[in-house]
């Protein structure tokens, strides 16, 4: 059973940074891809960065290309969300993601809150 641990999460000034992690037990990055998505207060979960398995491939939502980095630590079986230049259009709960087995799959979810 594939479980993901967020973390990272925080309150941070616009202009700020942070770094999300995802903790990923029960399978091996390098073979399934893994997702980000946050969902803002009274909005749906929407898509924001995804890593391929195979290859490692990143892909952003438009609103945080040039922002925001998806990468990845194998031998740790982590992947990270660097953040940078944070908006207060990014608050949002955090969420890791993988589809396995026609599933999805989900971590806990972690606050981002971007105010001064």
Not at 44 to 69: M, N, P, Q
Not at 103 to 112: I, K, L, M
Request: hydrophobic share 30%; aromatic share 12%; glycine share 12%.
């Amino acid at each position: 059973q594939p479980q993901l641990v967020d973390s990272g999460g925080g309150l941070v000034q616009p202009g700020g940074s942070l770094r999300l992690s995802c903790a990923v037990s029960g399978f091996n990055i390098s073979n399934y891809l893994v997702r980000w998505y946050r969902q803002a207060p009274g909005k749906e979960r929407d898509l924001v960065a995804t890593i391929t398995g195979t290859g490692g491939s990143t892909y952003y939502r438009d609103s945080v290309k040039g922002r925001f980095t998806i990468s990845r630590d194998v031998p740790k079986n982590t992947v990270y969300l660097q953040m940078n230049s944070l908006k207060p259009e990014d608050t949002a709960v955090y969420y890791c993601n993988t589809l396995m087995y026609g599933r999805h799959f989900w971590g806990q979810g972690t606050q981002v809150t971007v105010s001064s």
